[in-house]
């Protein structure tokens, strides 16, 4: 029996040919082929279901943790008159924040006795291997949308989202750091004070220019109308204080003058779930890091060796490394 042929009898459920099947030399290469096929689909497909690229910058990683700058922009040239000495620059912020690596995977295990027991046995294998496949890929997914859910402590000492953060840690309180905003609703109004709010913030030096701007808004599933309706729509209500899209006394409407066709819109089910209200707005500037160090790997264990041989048990291991972490406040800020 040819690998293409064990390959039919999966996909046709014919247990007794399975049987056959699994007693052959060939079993082993099949499922190096045929297993390892699927968890990689199972993992493209749920990528394709998935959007936490879109809120990280991927960097790539040679060892156990790498180290990263939270800023490395100088402070602007100052003016030198004639026979004065040069003044030292501030070099940007001393901050480096540590990215470690983890390794995250998992076994699958089917027993000899598989195709006696489940007379559908194609659907056992692709069923097993495929969970195991998408799960990698939406863990990430839940990985990386929780860290801005559950606002954690971050390399300046404050929380990830925080009134007043310092230009560098152990720096003197910054008024106008500010990327948290409360008591407003998903609103042009709000959204035209948020901007207000990126374009003040300062750098490890006050006159430090950042040049920060908006690249998407990040909502839950319940917010997405609302946020495309402010992305895309050519007018917005005149009066948009009060509610989502304005006032029920709202008179009239204007044009789209914020330039927010610009914005994109991330939405995610993950975030209804921590808060249908609460909103971000992602910048340009690096702040999440997904730092790759191994990708997804998928290993089996031979025939005769190990589990098989003890209890026919053949087993197959995902595994995957990476690094998750906020490398830097400024790339995002919550509005609730």
């Known amino acids: 029996m040819t690998i293409q042929e064990m390959e039919a009898v999966i996909k046709n459920g014919d247990g007794k040919a399975l049987r056959e099947a699994m007693t052959r030399s060939d079993f082993a290469a099949f499922m190096a082929k045929g297993l390892k096929g699927t968890i990689i689909d199972a993992y493209s497909r749920a990528q394709a279901q998935t959007n936490f690229e879109q809120l990280t910058v991927d960097e790539t990683s040679e060892s156990n943790e790498e180290t990263y700058p939270t800023m490395g922009a100088t402070e602007l040239p100052r003016k030198v008159l004639e026979g004065e000495k040069f003044k030292t620059l501030n070099p940007g912020s001393p901050d ?3 990215v470690t690596n983890f390794k995250y995977g998992g076994i699958i ?7 006696e027991d489940d007379q559908t046995p194609g659907k056992t294998l692709s069923k097993q291997a495929a969970a195991l496949g998408s799960g990698h890929a939406r863990y990430k997914d839940k990985a990386f949308f929780s860290i801005l859910t559950d606002n954690p402590p971050i390399y300046d ?11 560098y840690t152990g720096g003197a309180a910054r008024g106008s750091n500010d990327n948290i905003y409360t008591a407003v609703t998903l609103s042009a109004n709000a959204l035209a ?3 207000g709010k990126i374009a003040i913030w300062e750098g490890a030096d006050a006159d430090q220019d950042l040049d920060i701007m908006v690249d998407a808004l990040v909502v839950p599933v319940t917010l997405q109308p609302v946020a495309f309706g402010l992305t895309r729509a050519d007018l917005l209500p005149v009066g948009y204080a009060a509610g989502a899209l304005g006032p029920a006394t709202n008179n009239g409407l204007m044009p789209n003058a914020l330039g927010l066709k610009k914005i994109g819109v991330i939405a995610s089910h993950r975030l209804d779930r921590a808060s249908l209200t609460d909103w971000y707005v992602k910048t340009n500037f690096p702040g999440l890091m997904h730092q790759k160090r191994k990708g997804l790997e998928i290993m089996q264990e031979g025939l005769g060796t190990g589990m098989h041989f003890e209890n026919g048990m053949h087993r197959t291991r995902t595994e995957e490394r990476f690094g998750a ?3 830097n406040w400024r790339g995002f800020v919550l509005v609730s």
């Open 193 to 195: 004070t948020v901007l």
């Open 325 to 327: 972490k906020i490398v």
């Open 96 to 98: 480096t924040v540590k």
């Open 109 to 115: 295990e089917l027993t000899s006795e598989a195709s």
């Open 157 to 167: 000492g404050g929380d990830l989202f925080a009134l007043d953060h310092p230009g």
